[in-house]
């Protein structure tokens, strides 16, 4: 089973809000919320014996596990009286389809991504969204699948230090790629994902186009020339902390990053050394699936969902670890001082394209070995 | 029959040591081997692969280069320092033999993130220089194969150090002096009667860290800034990133077998069995 869906980036915003909890901005409360929001709680041992009444939502472990808990689980249990467990041990693609097959279903609810959603759906391991009780128009549209329905956002950004930069600061993907009028270091991931689509850009291929242009084989190798032609300025990030270190320390003045870590530099750097900018950028969902005959049963599980689409407690979740509300009325209720920074605000939406998981699925493992050739060769 | 049973005791004392190598390394190595040619598909598959693959390419000649300044490097300092502690630090030799080992105490990664430390853009390196007036904008001495091979001549020196140091230490002073008094240089008696003697040593420092070099991770991870891809870490990317197990034992198998060839290589030129057996 191809896994398309990127795990990393999810466990990487778990991360960020352990770094939050421990400089104090998360109260072990908000902590635990963010983990929940995330779909990441406790892996309780016991999950053989859980009550009916009792929902366990699954997301990737580290902070971002609390998160989640609090913030929807806890608010769930509060208005409801049903317990909301989170489980962080990462329900990935093969993990569900294992456990719906051997009939001991133990998770209600897993935070998961388009391109796995989509393949779980064909294989028949998990059940339909009732958007009657869920409701389509509070999640981006593209986010809602038959087996699944967005949970939150994060984004591909580009990231600079206006004063590493003498104010001169790059504005889009091909002011990226120019060396001269923009010189000094760029960071990119160690993967194309999110990266590749910043080079098309910089060939001149128009945002909306960006997949289209990367239909061919051609296509990808003049993407991939971009980076060829960077590469003497190009460092490379492979983890979200490693991106962050990389402008922490002023190794690189630009650079394509997770929009999450973006959320956590802004308070990091000086004021006036960092910004974040969305134009071209790449925003990539959450996607929650229910696994078939999950034991809470269907019915209090898209009851559970509807309640993490309510604008309020997605907000909070951006407060508290940077991802970015997937319902579109939340924009409006962002503090303003972050809304620069919300990777689904009309502003920003208006200037990204949803990254493509089926492109992934076809392309990615022949793109990355071009990639790192074109980096190291 | 007495030879017998002696035999058999030493077979015993090895026994429990050969026992870990063949449970714990032997064992896992050939599972590696047998994972490169049967996954996805039983054949030559990935060695095909493999070997049409430019990055794959690109990798080893950086591993194999990498390496060599590595050891060139280590070799030119390391021999420096054995010389004189060998021969003239005579009531400060525990001192700077224990300098020497000191490094093994602290781990490679905070060795390697003290490297970033000194030689980031505004690392206490580039600090210093501009602070000094001797350059305007900061020089990259990291995130490149240059900061890549200072950090792991750093490591490394040691593995160089201590062969050469316990070869120059069996070597008579009296060859020297023997030279010396029939007229020879200074020089000369170090080029044609000492610099000889040593050569044993410096081919062991050689290839232990020439050998150590070519599976190296940490350092090249953290210093190179993904542009200094070691086989090491290319096969990590295939394990962990790809899940692709196939290639990336397929180029550990590759990577071994290289590693005995330099060996076999070496063989050629250097009498092994003296060189790493019978330190003189």
Known sequence: ?377 | MPRVTEKFSYWMLVLPALAIMVIFYIVPVLGIWKIAFTEPVTGFGNFEKMAASSAVQTSFIITFRVAAVTTVGCLLLGYIVAYAISNYASRLTPLMVALVILPFWVSVLIRSFSWIVLLGRSGIVNDALRDAGLIEAPLKLMHNEFGVVIAMIHVMLPFAVLPMLTNMRGISGAYVQAARSLGASEWYAFRNVYFPQTMPGVMSGALLVFVLSLGFYVTPALLGGGRVLMISEYITYQIQEFLNWGLGSALSVALLVATALVLLVAARFVNLRATLLDRK
Request: with cysteine.
């Open chain 1, 1 to 377: 089973m191809t896994e398309t869906t990127d795990f990393e980036a999810k466990r990487d915003i778990a991360e960020i809000a352990v770094e939050r909890y421990k400089q104090g901005r998360l109260t072990r409360r908000g902590f635990i919320a963010a983990m929940g929001a995330l779909g990441i709680l406790p892996a309780l041992g016991s999950r053989a014996t859980a009550q009916a009444k009792e929902i366990i939502v699954v997301n990737w472990g580290g902070t971002a596990k609390d998160v989640l808990q609090e913030v929807l689980c806890d608010t769930y249990t509060a208005e409801t009286g049903i317990p909301v467990t989170v489980d962080g041990s990462g329900p990935s693609a093969g993990k569900i389809r294992a456990m719906v097959d051997s009939g001991a279903v133990v998770w209600d609810l897993c935070d998961s991504g388009a391109g796995s959603a989509i393949i779980l759906e064909q294989q028949g391991v998990t059940q339909p969204i009732d958007y009657s009780i869920v409701d389509k128009s509070k999640v981006l549209e593209g986010t809602a699948y038959n087996n699944g329905v967005g949970n939150y956002v994060y984004s591909y950004v580009l990231a600079t230090n206006p004063k590493m930069l003498g104010g001169n600061v790059p504005q889009t993907w091909e002011d990226v790629w120019n060396v001269k009028d923009f010189p000094g270091m760029r960071t990119f991931r160690k993967s194309v994902r999110g990266m590749l689509e910043s080079a098309t850009q910089a060939r001149g291929v128009p945002l909306a186009e960006v997949y289209d242009a990367l239909g061919t084989e051609d296509g990808i190798k003049a993407s991939i020339a971009k980076f060829r032609e960077l590469r003497e300025n190009i460092i490379v990030w492979g983890s979200g902390s490693d991106s962050q270190n990389l402008f922490l320390q002023e190794e690189v003045a630009i650079g394509n990053i997770w929009s999450t870590r973006a959320h956590l530099l802004k308070d990091q750097m000086p004021e006036g050394s960092f910004d974040v900018s969305f134009q071209g950028g790449v925003i990539a969902p959450g996607i929650w699936v229910v696994p078939k005959d999950n034991p809470a049963g269907s019915d209090e599980v898209m009851k559970f969902i509807a309640h993490g689409q309510k604008p309020e407690l997605q907000v909070e979740w951006l407060k508290k670890i940077g991802s970015g509300p997937i319902n579109p009325e939340a924009a409006a209720m962002v503090p303003p001082e972050l809304a620069p920074f919300n990777p689904s605000s009309p502003e920003n939406l208006a200037t990204q394209i949803l990254y493509k998981d089926e492109w992934y699925a076809k392309n990615q493992v022949s793109a990355e070995e071009l990639y790192v050739d074109a980096l190291i060769n």
